[in-house]
């Protein structure tokens, strides 16, 4: 099963790029890396997820390293309201293919004024 | 609006007492999952299912029941509520619940709001 290791905590400046590192050394070919952030207590929320090539939406950019090996998300423009924990998963195979998140401690990021 | 609605969202029970909490979405999704999120442990999959009448058990069955008679619902049964079972639970929807070669974007995950569980 492909893992994936990220930081515990970062700090970033309001208005600043946030960048979120993520280590997935085992993935597979195949397998989609996906970003989730959840903000205090609430239900997580989707923010993008790509297999090889870069990808960019509304709300962010993922940079996957062409070895797939690594990735990163950037919140362009960070603002207080991105203070969450943000979790990688990497999307396991389960009993007849169905799909198994597993979301880790992921890093809890905090937009400082 | 799409989304995955549960109910109820804060419940305070006892040892024993059987209760249910309900999870529906109205985005017509195949794949359901329940999560307990705990301090410390992160989210973990409690089941999960790939269509109506088919479930199978996540990581932490233990103690919890579900049903999929219906596409839009997923209930979570909890027959004899354990204080262990204290826990914010998740439940979670996806169009499609992917084999190897799935289609970008049928798993994305929508999650419900959570429904805070403590049992005395």
């Known amino acids: 099963d492909a893992k994936t290791t990220q930081p515990t905590s970062m700090d970033c400046a309001e208005g600043r790029a946030a960048n979120l590192p993520c280590n997935h050394s085992t993935i597979s070919g195949n397998e989609y890396v996906y970003w989730y952030r959840q903000i205090h207590s609430q239900g997580p929320q989707y923010i993008i997820h790509?297999?090889?090539n870069n990808e960019t939406n509304e709300m962010a950019s993922l940079i996957i390293t062409e070895d797939r090996k690594s990735s990163t998300l950037i919140l362009p423009h960070a603002t207080l309201r991105d203070t969450a924990v943000y979790y990688c998963?990497?999307?396991?195979?389960?009993?007849?293919?169905?799909?198994?998140?597993?979301f880790g401690q992921g890093t809890r990021l905090t937009i400082n004024p | 609006e799409a989304q995955v609605t549960q109910n109820p969202r804060y419940l305070i029970t006892v040892t024993g007492k059987k209760l249910t909490v309900t999870c529906s979405q109205n985005?017509?999704?195949?794949?359901m999952s329940w999560y307990r999120q705990d301090p410390g442990l992160g989210l973990r999959q409690i089941y999960y299912?790939?269509?109506?009448?088919?479930?199978d058990k996540g990581d932490v069955p233990e103690g919890y029941k579900v049903s999929r008679k219906e596409k839009r619902n997923f209930p979570l049964i909890l027959e004899s509520p354990s204080p262990n079972q204290t826990s914010l639970y998740f439940c979670?929807?996806?169009?499609?619940?992917?084999?190897?070669?799935?289609?970008?974007?049928?798993?994305?995950?929508?999650f419900g709001a959570g429904s805070r569980l403590t049992v005395l």
């Open positions: 299912s790939m269509n109506v009448e088919v479930t």
């Open positions: 790509g297999l090889k």
């Open positions: 979670a929807s996806s169009l499609w619940y992917g084999g190897p070669q799935s289609v970008s974007g049928a798993n994305v995950l929508t």
């Open positions: 985005m017509n999704h195949e794949y």
């Open positions: 998963i990497v999307r396991v195979a389960g009993i007849q293919g169905a799909q198994k998140l597993v």
